[in-house]
């Protein structure tokens, strides 16, 4: 009984946490229009993938890949900035 007591409130920890990643990766994506919001942003949407990792609420590999995603996405927002000789 006290296992299922315990396991009840790590699923809703875990759900919590799943729903705020996925909030922020949206909310993320509104923010195309100003890329330098978008970048601070970001900062705080990888640092949120990686306490969740951190914790065991979503492994490591999918962190990895949603951050590599995000990287690319802020990347995609300005691509003036290449070099020009």
Do not use: C, W, Y
Request: aromatic share 4%; proline share 4%.
């Amino acid at each position: 009984m006290k296992r299922m007591r315990s396991d009840e409130k790590k699923r809703l920890r875990n759900q919590a946490a799943t729903s705020e990643l996925k909030t922020l990766s949206q909310k993320l994506l509104t923010l195309k229009a100003e890329p330098e919001k978008a970048r601070e942003f970001a900062l705080r949407v990888v640092s949120r993938f990686d306490k969740a990792a951190g914790k065991g609420i979503i492994p490591k590999g999918r962190a990895d890949r949603k951050k590599a995603r995000i990287a690319k996405f802020i990347a995609s927002l300005e691509p003036a900035k290449k070099k020009k000789k």
